[in-house]
Every structure is written in C-alpha cells, then in structure tokens.
T-cell receptor
Framework: AQSVTQPDIHITVSEGASLELRCNYSYGATPYLFWYVQSPGQGLQLLLKYFSGDTLVQGIKGFEAEFKRSQSSFNLRKPSVHWSDAAEYFCAVRSGGGADGLTFGKGTHLIIQP | IAGITQAPTSQILAAGRRMTLRCTQDMRHNAMYWYRQDLGLGLRLIHYSNTAGTTGKGEVPDGYSVSRANTDDFPLTLASAVPSQTSVYFC??????????????FGEGSRLTVL
C-alpha cells in the first residue's frame, strides 16, 4: 500500500530565509504527488502537483517542488518565506488507481520567526 | 463560487447521539470523500464515493456511514457518537477519471466534539 512520510513535525524558519519541507513516498508505480497548505481553521488548498514531465514543478505563492524518483522524494521549497506562510503543510500521493482519493502524510507545522 | 459547503461548522454532541454532517458541492465532480483530521495523525480517509449510487470504505470507516443519492450531496452519519470521534471532518471532491490527476478540493471543515 502507498504511504507518505513527512519526517519533520515542526520547522521554524526566519522570515526571508529559504525553506525546504521534506516528503518521502512509497508507491509501486509512477506516483501522482501533491502538496497542500492549511492555514489555521481553514480547509486545505492545493499548492502544486506532479504527475509527469518536468520533475521541477512550480506552484502558487512562490512554492516549488522537485520529484526525485531515485530518492522517492518530493520536497517542497521556497527561496524566501513570508510571515503569511506560517501554516500546516501536507504531502499526499494518489492512492491506487486514484478512485479512492489521496493518502496524506501527517503534516509539517511551519513557524515563521520575525 | 461556493465549491464545497459543509454544515455544521462546529457542533458539540453528547455521546450516544446520532449526528449527520452535511456536504454539498457545486462543481459536478463525480468523486467525493470524507476525511477526519486529528493532531499528529494527519488526514485519514473515512469513506469515499466514485459516483452517485456507489460508496467505499476508507482507512477508518468504523462508526460512520455515508450515502450518495445524487452527484452533489455526500452526508456522513455517526449513528451513535463516541468521544473518539471528536475530530475535524473534511469533505472533499474530485473530477476523477482515468486521465485526471485526482486533485482534491476541500471544504472548510466541521469541528465535532463528542462529550
């Protein structure tokens, strides 16, 4: 069965610094991968997705992620974080044939220091 | 643009009571899902539906039931609530098809407390 691991429960970054959130997946076939962001008290918003083609994908809010098949990773990056980026970030992989939704990691809580 | 509407936003419920969380989408997506979110556990799939008239069990289906009478509505019912069902519940939808990436669109969530 597919699974997603986000090794970091919490990450603290200074405003203006670069960010990398780690995500590792376990899936037998070519994965469809997603990053979602959740602000406090809100639902989840899609940041970006990968399903084929260029392994570096661009998303909203200045985020990007790189798919590395050899490392089974799909890490999320941003060159310079803003205080408004403080949120919970979830990595997800499409389950099976896709009909039964996405499998999510447990999330990484991002704290921005002034 | 409403997208997905969930109700109620928040509810406190006595153990043993029956509760239905409502979910309506206006995007004509064929697939719908219910997840629960718990601190430290992320989002776990409760039930899903690929099309009206069909439903399936997710990772944590026990104590929950769903129905999909039409494309737009996907209610989640707790027949007899227990404290372990205290959680935030998210409804989601997807225009799932063989060639689609399976991106999910989420509602704002329903916070349920069972005492």
């Amino acid at each position: 069965a597919q699974s997603v691991t986000q090794p970091d429960i919490h990450i603290t970054v200074s405003e203006g610094a670069s960010l990398e959130l780690r995500c590792n997946y376990s899936y037998g076939a070519t994965p469809y991968l997603f990053w979602y962001v959740q602000s406090p008290g809100q639902g989840l918003q899609l940041l970006l997705k990968y399903f084929s083609g260029d392994t570096l994908v661009q998303g909203i809010k200045g985020f990007e992620a790189e798919f590395k098949r050899s490392q089974s990773s799909f890490n999320l990056r941003k060159p310079s974080v803003h205080w408004s980026d403080a949120a919970e970030y979830f990595c997800a992989v499409r389950s099976g044939g896709g009909a039964d939704g996405l499998t999510f990691g447990k999330g990484t809580h991002l704290i921005i220091q002034p | 643009i409403a997208g997905i509407t969930q109700a109620p936003t928040s509810q406190i419920l006595a153990a043993g009571r029956r509760m239905t969380l409502r979910c309506t989408q206006d995007m004509r997506h064929n697939a719908m899902y219910w997840y629960r979110q718990d601190l430290g556990l992320g989002l776990r799939l409760i039930h899903y539906s690929n099309t009206a008239g069909t439903t399936g069990k997710g990772e944590v289906p026990d104590g929950y039931s769903v129905s999909r009478a039409n494309t737009d509505d996907f209610p989640l019912t707790l027949a007899s609530a227990v404290p372990s069902q205290t959680s935030v519940y998210f409804c989601a939808s997807s225009a799932f098809s063989g060639s689609n990436t399976g991106e999910l669109f989420f509602g704002e969530g329903s916070r349920l407390t069972v005492l």
